[in-house]
């Protein structure tokens, strides 16, 4: 059973660009939830998914945006690339109903230069 | 403003020592909280969950205590093994809808 799969692994872009990130979460699970973890520090929620729409966000501008398809993966883009978004982007799943437990994908390592 | 702190500062332990790790957290009414571990490059990996109505729970090596009135979780790794060097995560869920904040982490360094 493959647990939450994220990619690319890694991904280097210039200021402006734009940047999309993928996850596919672990069978069964239909939420799915985007983090943004800058080194040294704990990850910060921007927002998630359920049902393919936005359910709930963080303090996040609208550069961030998301989608989840009928087969539960999802997509986090981030458009006008600052250097402060280099971070490792998380990708979180639940299971139906018991959205406590959040089962973390290997992350996206993101470099702004 | 709302704060979930943990000692910033690695904490290094012998080998068989219990591991002591703190979450306090200010101007937050939780349901629950849970601690996670994260290796160095990987995403974090749930261990507990503690909901606000328990004082303690247990899980083979692993304690954890919720106390309400300080607004604090401790984390304890009993018989602790350098396997268990990691940085573990504390996160509440502030508004019952699994939007979880997470503190800083605390870097466990077990020596052998």
């Known amino acids: 059973d493959a647990g939450v799969t994220q990619s690319p692994t890694h991904l280097i872009k210039t200021r402006g660009q734009q940047v999309t990130l993928r996850c596919s979460p672990k069978?069964?699970?239909?939420?799915v939830s985007w983090y943004q973890q800058a080194l040294g520090q704990g990850p910060q929620f921007i927002f998630q998914?359920?049902?393919?729409?936005?359910?709930q966000r963080g303090n996040f501008p609208d550069r961030f945006s998301g989608h989840q398809f009928p087969n539960y993966s999802s997509e986090l883009n981030v458009n006008a690339l600052l250097l402060g978004d280099s971070a490792l982007y998380l990708c979180?799943?639940?299971?139906?109903?018991?959205?406590?437990?959040?089962?973390f994908g290997p992350g996206t390592r993101l470099l702004v230069l | 403003s709302q704060k979930i702190e943990q000692n910033s500062e690695a904490l290094n332990i012998q080998e068989g020592k219990t591991a002591t790790l703190t979450c306090n957290y200010t101007?937050?009414?939780?349901?629950?909280l849970q601690w996670y571990r994260q290796d160095p490059g990987r995403g974090p990996v749930f261990l507990l969950l503690?909901?606000?109505?328990?004082k303690e729970k247990r899980k083979e090596r692993l304690k954890v205590t919720f106390d309400t009135t300080l607004k604090q979780s401790l984390f304890h790794i009993t018989a602790s093994q350098p396997a268990d060097s990691a940085t573990y995560l504390c996160?509440?869920?502030?508004?019952?809808?699994?939007?979880?904040?997470f503190g800083g982490g605390t870097r466990l360094m077990v020596k052998p």
């Open positions: 979180a799943s639940t299971v139906p109903g018991q959205w406590e437990t959040q089962y």
């Open positions: 069978s069964g699970h239909d939420t």
């Open positions: 998914y359920y049902e393919e729409e936005e359910r």
């Open positions: 101007n937050y009414s939780p349901a629950y």
């Open positions: 503690i909901r606000e109505n328990e």
């Open positions: 996160a509440l869920d502030i508004n019952a809808g699994n939007m979880l904040t």
